[in-house]
Nanobody, 127 residues
Framework: QVQLVESGGGLVQAGGSLRLSCAAS????????MGWFRRAPGKEREFVAG????????YYADSVKGRFTISRDNAKNTVYLQMNNLKPEDTAVYYC????????????????????WGQGTQVTVSS
C-alpha cells in the first residue's frame, strides 16, 4: 500500500508560481506511475499531468501545457508539480495519484486507473 501526502498549495496572484510536492510512503515508489489531478468547485476531477515510473515520459492536459511541469525524484519518493504563470482558472484542490497498471500513455488521463490518492492541497489564484 502507498500513502500519499500533498503539500505546497496556497494563495498566489495571477502570473505567479507554486510548486506542489507529493511525498509517498513505502519502498516501491519507483514502481508506480504518478499523476496530478484537480477539482475546481462545482466541477469534476480532471487530469493535469502524469509521469512514468522512471520519469522518462510525461503527459499534460492541454490547459496546462507550457506552464506546468511534472517531475519525480525516486530517491526521495516524491513527485512534483511546478506551476508557472498561474491563472484564476487553475484554482482547485490538487490531488496526486499513484497507479501500477498503466499499459500506455492513455491510462494516465483517467482517474479510475489510479490505485491510491492523497488528501489534496488547495491552490487559489487571485486575479
Amino acid at each position: 500500500q502507498v500513502q500519499l501526502v500533498e503539500s505546497g498549495g496556497g494563495l498566489v496572484q495571477a502570473g505567479g508560481s507554486l510548486r506542489l510536492s507529493c511525498a509517498a510512503s513505502g519502498r516501491t515508489f519507483s514502481s508506480y506511475a504518478m499523476g496530478w489531478f484537480r477539482r475546481a468547485p462545482g466541477k469534476e476531477r480532471e487530469f493535469v499531468a502524469g509521469i512514468s515510473r522512471s520519469g522518462a515520459n510525461t503527459y499534460y492536459a492541454d490547459s496546462v501545457k507550457g506552464r506546468f511541469t511534472i517531475s519525480r525524484d525516486n530517491a526521495k519518493n516524491t513527485v512534483y508539480l511546478q506551476m508557472n504563470n498561474l491563472k484564476p482558472e487553475d484554482t482547485a484542490v490538487y490531488y496526486c495519484g499513484a497507479g501500477n497498471t498503466f499499459y500506455s500513455g492513455s491510462y494516465y488521463y483517467t482517474d479510475r486507473n489510479y490505485d491510491y490518492w492523497g488528501q489534496g492541497t488547495q491552490v487559489t489564484v487571485s486575479s
